[in-house]
């Protein structure tokens, strides 16, 4: 699990990476120019980039999908990057103490998480319950699914009738790092 910690990390950093330049221009009214919100925006551009084509039935969502989401995220930055003329460098140079704050903030949020997980890995009430055995059955579901909506765990035929784009984003990461669901 300890090498799974460090890959997941790894790869919401590359997210970050691939959408720097699109944060750079979108969040550009804020002081740290949206270098924080990178991430977040890196992996939401292309989590949706994938759900649409997999809810629309132009690609099944796969490991092809998610790649090519990623190579398509990569290719705008890169774009952006060429036209724009945006000093990646430069900025970072300039705004290092930020950064690091940031980058701070996140490896420490990061941390805390997976510590909380791991000290209680089911996170619900231990007396009146909650919510964990219908989210696992729906990331199960959505990680099984080729297109979207995904077939629904609880109704033999049916589809998901609920909001389930926050799983489809973890079922994404599952897909493209190979983790078992119950690990993700």
């Not at 290719?75 to 060429?82: C, K, M, W, Y």
């Not at 989210?135 to 389930?164: C, L, Q, R």
Request: some cysteine; proline content about 5%; aromatic content about 18%.
């Amino acid at each position: 699990i300890f090498m799974t910690i460090i890959f997941w990390f790894t790869l919401i950093q590359l997210f970050g990476v691939l959408a720097l330049p699109l944060s750079l221009i979108l969040f550009r009214f804020l002081p740290d120019r949206g270098y924080i919100l990178a991430k977040p925006l890196g992996l939401l551009f292309s989590s949706y980039i994938v759900w649409l084509c997999a809810s629309l039935q132009w690609i099944a969502f796969s490991r092809l999908s998610i790649m090519l989401s990623i190579f398509l995220l990569a290719s705008l930055s890169t774009t952006l990057i060429l036209t724009k003329k945006i000093d990646l460098l430069n900025y970072i140079k300039k705004n290092i103490k930020v950064i690091s704050i940031g980058e701070s903030i996140f490896f420490l949020s990061f941390a805390f998480f997976i510590l909380l997980r791991s000290a209680n890995p089911d996170l619900w009430h231990p007396y009146i319950g909650g919510e964990k055995s219908m989210e696992m059955a729906h990331i199960n579901a959505i990680v099984k699914s080729t297109y979207m909506p995904p077939y629904d765990p609880w109704f033999s035929g049916g589809y998901i009738n609920y909001y389930y784009f926050g799983h489809f984003i973890a079922a994404y990461f599952i897909r493209l790092t190979g983790t078992l669901p119950e690990v993700g």
